[in-house]
């Protein structure tokens, strides 16, 4: 099976920086967008960023600017450095990975099993 396990998350102050990473295991054919996800207390889960296998990331409005996803094809894992953080940034952050376990399957979206973090003020 595929497995997704994240690390980084912590306590921040505001205006400092975290840096999280997700790395992939397991039965992989091909892996298609990697990104990141959060959840709030009380607020649904909204994504943060996607980054295609070979294309351009794109973030949600409010974290542009303070936030980079980055990935390693080669190693299966994508990270992603917050900047600037808020305390509005604090929530539970999930890893997802758009994987095929082989070349006749299709895709299917995992998940991490998520990564607090607080920011505050």
């Known amino acids: 099976q595929v497995q997704l396990v994240e690390s980084g998350g912590g306590l921040v102050q505001a205006g400092g920086s975290l840096r999280l990473s997700c790395a992939a295991s397991?039965?992989?054919?091909?892996?298609?967008?990697m990104g990141w996800y959060r959840q709030a207390p009380g607020e649904q889960r909204e994504l943060v960023a996607t980054?295609?296998?070979?294309?351009?990331?794109k973030y949600t409005d409010s974290v542009k600017g303070r936030f980079t996803i980055s990935r390693d094809n080669a190693k299966n894992t994508v990270g992603m450095q917050m900047n600037s953080q808020k305390p509005e940034d604090t929530a539970v952050y999930y890893c997802t990975a758009r994987i095929a376990q082989t070349l006749w399957d299709g895709t299917r979206l995992y998940w991490g099993q998520g990564t607090q973090v607080t920011v505050s003020s």
């Open positions: 397991g039965r992989i054919c091909s892996i298609n967008d």
């Open positions: 980054i295609p296998s070979g294309g351009i990331a």
